[in-house]
Every structure is written in structure tokens, then in C-alpha cells.
């Protein structure tokens, strides 16, 4: 038992005495590092050590903060003038700015004439729209069931002459309806013309991209791009071409009639043409009637021939066996 306790024993002395030794050898480094660059070499003493460094000075008191002085403004003429160059970067909205900013407005207009005699009223529409350098795009005509004519024309004139030509049109007759209206595309032009310009320039860089295709794949995929950027040129062309027709040439819808003759009657012929066809209106709402009823008349016919002629005959023959 003793034995095992001197063991123990040592092994608690030498568990102590590794700890102990630890403990020293981590005190330089609790202490944090030390600064070699401060240190400097003191005279040697008559004993041949180093001598007591000397005490350190009294700390001065801290000088008062300098305010900071405010940098002055630079002349003018040392100063870059930012202004005088920019860069210009074409982008859609550069082309906006770029664009003609020209109002563009579709003008309209509509006119109801009663006029005294159609054919002469017709051919003074017709002298007036060549007198204002338009041309007529479409021109109809009829008779009525009295005799009496009527027609209308569309016509196309400049639209610095809209106005002169609706006031001229007006004195052929008795206007009794004008309207006039104006639509503005200006936005749906620039944004079209913008697109255009766009399409134009993707068009020709496909185009160099194609002269520096390498094999047959990439030929044939710039190929079906430059198709695609072509047919979208084409049809924003035609819209602003369309556009610009519309803007540059008003469009005016004349109508002409000559007043319908004014009667006195009885009313004999109407109540007879009323007559004859609530006549013609019963007739042939009898002849839906029968063709819907014609199947059903059919079925019930037959089952009551059955039940007549066939069923007593079979009766008595059961009852003749």
C-alpha cells in the first residue's frame, strides 16, 4: 500500500513541477512583446554592468489642435471647364433628341351637303380639291327610289390647305354636319424613326460580322440575323412612309344629296305595303310551323295505324288458335 503511495506521490511532484515550468515560459509572452526598437545602449557603469537607465522626462502638455485651413477656390482660368467638350453616345434615346421634333398630326374631316342640283355640286368639289393641288382617292354615286341623287367623295389635300378647302367645300350647299379631328403620331414617328436607325446600323455590323464568318454554321446563322433585321426595316419604313402620307396630304369625306321631294297622302299605299307583308309574314311562319311539326304528325300517324289496323289482327289470331 505504501508503495503505491509514493507513486502517486511522484507522479502529483512531477505533474506540479511541469506546470510550474509552463507557467514561466508563457510569462514573456503574457507580458506581450517586447519592443527591441526602443531600446538603446546605456554606459557602462564602474562595474563593468550597464547603468540605471535614466529617468524618463516629464511629459509635455498636448498643443492645442491647429484649426485646419479651408482650401481656397481656384481661379477660373486654372480651372477645367468640364463643360467645353462631352461625348456623345448614340443610343436610342440620343436618336429621340436627334430626331426631327416637328409635330406630326393626321387631320380629318367630315362634311354633310344638302346641295340643289348633285352633278353640278360634284364637279365644284372636284375644281376646288385641283385647284388646291389634291387629288380625289374615291368617288360614289346612286339614285334613290324618288330620282333623287346622291354620292360622296374622299378627298386628299395638302395640309397647309385643309382648312381653305373644308371653308370652299362648305358654300357648294347647306352643311348639315362637319366634324374634324386631328391625331398626333409625333411621339410613334420619332420612336419608329429611332428603331429604324437602329435596325440600319445592326444591319451593317451583321454584315462585317458575315465577312469575318469562318465556316459554314456561323454563315448561315449571320445570314438568318441579317433576314430578320431586314424585314424589320422594311416594315418600319412602310409605317413611316405611311406616316408621313397621312401627315403631308388631310384627308376630307364629302358627302352630297339632293332633298328627297316632300308629299302629302293619305297613307292608303303604306297601310296596303304594310298589309302584304304581315301577309307574307304569317305565311311563312306557318310554313316553319308545319316543317317542324311534319315529323311529329308522322310519328304519331303511324302508332295510331298500328294500333288500329295491326293490333285487332293480331288478337284474333291468337284467339283463332
Not at 515560459?25 to 554592468?49: F, I, N, R, V
Not at 376646288?128 to 389635300?157: A, L, P, Q
Amino acid at each position: 500500500m505504501e508503495k503505491y503511495t509514493k507513486v502517486a506521490v511522484v507522479v502529483v511532484l512531477c505533474i506540479l513541477a511541469a506546470s510550474a515550468g509552463f507557467m514561466v515560459s508563457t510569462l514573456p509572452y503574457l507580458a506581450g512583446p517586447t519592443d527591441y526598437s526602443q531600446q538603446k545602449g546605456y554606459p557602462m557603469g564602474e562595474g563593468g554592468g550597464f547603468a540605471l537607465p535614466p529617468e524618463p522626462p516629464m511629459p509635455m502638455p498636448m498643443p492645442m489642435p491647429m484649426p485646419t485651413p479651408v482650401p481656397r477656390a481656384a481661379p477660373e482660368t486654372a480651372m477645367p471647364k468640364y463643360g467645353e467638350k462631352t461625348v456623345s453616345v448614340e443610343t436610342s434615346e440620343s436618336q429621340y433628341t436627334n430626331t426631327d421634333t416637328e409635330r406630326k398630326i393626321i387631320q380629318t374631316a367630315s362634311l354633310s351637303i344638302e346641295v340643289k342640283d348633285f352633278q353640278a355640286s360634284s364637279e365644284a368639289v372636284v375644281d376646288i380639291v385641283e385647284r388646291s393641288n389634291g387629288f380625289i382617292s374615291d368617288s360614289h354615286s346612286y339614285v334613290t327610289d324618288t330620282g333623287r341623287k346622291r354620292g360622296s367623295i374622299t378627298i386628299r389635300t395638302p395640309a397647309d390647305r385643309f382648312i381653305a378647302v373644308i371653308d370652299e367645300i362648305a358654300c357648294v350647299g347647306d352643311v348639315k354636319s362637319k366634324d374634324t379631328s386631328g391625331e398626333d403620331v409625333t411621339e410613334e414617328y420619332i420612336d419608329l424613326t429611332a428603331r429604324l436607325n437602329n435596325s440600319e446600323r445592326q444591319e451593317q455590323r451583321l454584315l462585317e460580322i458575315l465577312d469575318m464568318a469562318n465556316n459554314t454554321k456561323e454563315v448561315l446563322e449571320v445570314e438568318r440575323e441579317i433576314w430578320r433585321v431586314r424585314t424589320e426595316i422594311e416594315r418600319l419604313t412602310w409605317r413611316i412612309k405611311y406616316l408621313e402620307n397621312r401627315v403631308e396630304l388631310a384627308t376630307i369625306s364629302v358627302s352630297l344629296y339632293e332633298p328627297e321631294p316632300i308629299t302629302h297622302s293619305w297613307g292608303i299605299r303604306d297601310a296596303i305595303r304594310s298589309a302584304f307583308g304581315g301577309f307574307v309574314s304569317v305565311v311563312r311562319g306557318l310554313i316553319i310551323l308545319v316543317g317542324y311539326a311534319l315529323p311529329i304528325l308522322i310519328l304519331v300517324g303511324f302508332g295510331w295505324l298500328v294500333k288500329t289496323k295491326l293490333m285487332p289482327r293480331l288478337g284474333k289470331k291468337r284467339e283463332g288458335k
